[in-house]
């Protein structure tokens, strides 16, 4: 078992006193330091290789869902955040800066251990995604983040992909329901194989093995018309030159 790298961040005295306490008991975080600000936080993400944030949100010149979204979550590496708050009210912003897990002060060590422990698995998916990440490519296949996981989907299952405000809609072929992932359009692109799939439209990724018909402007897919834009179009007819 992994031990994680664990820093609390809390304006209010007893409450960073208390996370720091709850780390120091888990055997698998080590505490590695306790800040008052966020924009301590910060300076010390930048010389520390953290793997938690216990992390409030109301605190005075940087809150802790403004600390959020400067971490890069594309990066599976990067520090995941567990927030500690008094206040509900945020749940739907810490879901939106994908936080691992929401703790409602005032919060037990029980409540606290589950969140840990959803840190705990979360690195452990991490360290086997990152051990098969040169065969992943040759295999066909990739890992993404779907809600507190790390979800393995094969290339030839990916029809499309579709960029939404928040996360990207991965369109299965097996699946009628599609995979939500927070992550970004521009982020699975530099994933992905650009022999399978093409970047079509600022809100779609295609794969081409999928392609049943084209029109100037328009990709069909199963039963779904997608739009080639002015941007994109270039590439896609180098793509279909080679067919004609």
């Known amino acids: 078992m992994s031990v994680l790298e664990c820093i609390a961040v809390d304006d209010e005295p007893l409450a960073l006193g208390l996370v720091c306490t709850f780390i120091e008991k888990t055997p698998f975080l080590s505490l590695a330091g306790r800040y008052s600000s966020a924009v ?12 938690v944030i216990f ?16 971490i890069d979550k594309s990066d599976m590496r990067a520090p995941r955040i567990i927030f500690t708050t008094a206040f509900n009210q945020y749940a739907l912003d810490g879901f939106r800066v994908d936080a691992l897990d929401y703790l409602l ?42 809600e507190y996981q790390l979800v393995r989907i094969a290339y030839d299952d990916i029809l499309y992909m ?43 990724i295609v794969n081409l093995d999928k392609i049943s018909a084209v029109t100037k402007n328009t990709i069909q897919i199963g039963s779904m018309t997608i739009p080639v834009s002015d941007q994109h179009k270039d590439g896609f007819n180098q793509f279909l030159s080679k067919w004609m």
């Not at 301590?40 to 793997?51: G, V």
């Not at 959803?118 to 295999?139: C, D, F, G, M, T």
């Not at 939404?164 to 194989?193: G, N, Q």
């Open 40 to 51: 301590e936080a910060l300076q010390a993400l930048h010389t520390k290789q953290i793997d």
């Open 55 to 70: 992390l409030d949100i109301q605190m005075p010149d940087l809150t802790g869902i403004e600390l959020a979204r400067v």
């Open 105 to 146: 002060k005032p919060f037990n060590y029980e409540e606290f251990l589950r969140a840990a422990s959803k840190a705990q698995a979360y690195n452990e998916l991490v360290i086997k995604a990152s051990a098969a990440n040169v065969p992943e490519q040759k295999e066909g296949y990739l890992f993404l983040k779907v």
């Open 162 to 204: 579709e960029g939404l405000k928040d996360y990207v809609k991965v369109h299965l072929k097996t699946d009628a329901k599609p995979i939500l992932s927070l992550t970004s359009l521009k982020a699975l692109e530099e994933k992905l194989p650009v022999s399978k799939f093409m970047r079509v439209h600022r809100s779609f």
